[in-house]
């Protein structure tokens, strides 16, 4: 805005006006009043600003206002860190786009450096409260009117308030610096007001208004801003800024209008571990005899099955073959590979229905390229024999024979089948009724493994024995015939 200035000041004066007081990352933290809470101990931040204002300063001549700057454009660089309930931080701006009377210029700024030192938090009705210290040091360019000719100071009371997703703070206090006077300006004390109000969208954005007036020139003309800010804080820990201000009233440093956007990084120390709560020795939570300060499983209790029995913990399944122990009738004894644990009791056998099949863990061995049964085979179809003796509910079996890929196509097919029929019969003369069996050979059709296995000879080669509903019979299954050319002799 305008400031009525006698033609031709000589007094050094820091036109820029935009004071960065919220250095903190907070999302809920205001830009320009700051805060009144310090961060956790051991956190810190670092940003990045732009500032864009137009006309920050300018004289009053009799025959109207022309402009001292017409435009700023600033760079600044802050940061802060929190340690033992206080937060120092500080800013550094550069200008970078300046335009005055003389031309375009770069110049530096008056740095900051602050301290904030939180005196209580809220409580019922009363706001939080803190003091904030400020100290700027004679970086600028007083030619440019953008640097004082020593240093300055400030303090001020910060009060904060939250009401729901509302917060409120306020800050009053005074900013000293270099003593001058010239004319009908004065330089050496001023105001360092501000009110601010700000909405919570979510724990990580938030939006503002703040208003605000700090200066060493004070007097008849205070600078006062109206700034309105959205902030957002990605949880990693970057946030980003964004505002826009405008002056209300004619003073150093109040633009007419003014952009602002800011980026950071903000690093939150963890909450310390709470401390390990106290526990009574002779605590048994889960009332398995196991004091819970060695049960690995306080709050379930052991199962005291010969299984780990002094870890506290309850043992599912000891022998790890997928039976659970509530059904495990051999808890020590792992079922073979061949076996389903949905369908097994937990016990190793030789043969074990399993819902639509009966499976075997040993193999059934003929003659080399022939269907005659060797003696190996009979523990095995004795097995299977008490397993079909055992469901008679099962109206169909369909024995299935199968082989590798060695020796021809038809030859294969022809051996296969006579196989099946050669198990059928066995299982037939020993009682099993005929009219529940069926036989069918499959050759090297149906492998269980790809021929380039290197078990592809011995677990492609096999005997299978599958329930079968009426529907599923195959229409070629045979009953009691050997082919010629595999017939034993």
Known sequence: MFLLLAAHSALAL??????LLGTSGNPHSFARVGSAYAQRSGSWDTLLGFDYAENPLAEAFPWG???????????YLGGGYSFGGLRVDGALPIHAMGEDQTGSFVAPGDARLGVLVPTFGEEALRPAMGVQANIWLPTGDETHHVGGLGPRASAAVVLEKELGNIGLVAMVGAEVGFPETDRNLVAGVGPMLGLGGRYHLTDAASAALEITSQSDVGGETWPVEATVSGRYRLPQGAWASVGAAAGLSEGVGAASFRAI??????????????PPLAVDPNLDTDGDG?????????DMAETFDGFADDDGCPEFDGDQDGVEFARDACPRDAIHPEQDPRYSDGCPKVAEFA???????QAIFFAEGRAELMASATPVLEAVLAVMNEHPEIAYYLVEGHTNRNGGDAFNLRLSDARAFSVMTWLGQRGMPSGRLLSKGFGEA????????????????RVEFRVAAVEELPKDARRLEVPSDVREK
């Open 14 to 19: 820091d036109a820029h006006g935009y004071e």
């Open 65 to 75: 206002r022309e402009s001292v700057i017409s435009s700023l454009g600033t760079i």
């Open 261 to 274: 956007v800011s980026v950071g990084w903000t690093y939150t120390k963890p909450d310390p571990p709470p």
């Open 290 to 298: 196991i004091r819970d300060v060695v049960d690995r499983c306080d």
């Open 355 to 361: 819902g639509d099949r009966i499976v075997i863990t």
């Open 446 to 461: 149906r492998p269980l493994v790809e021929p380039d296995d290197p078990d592809a000879g011995a677990v492609n080669r």
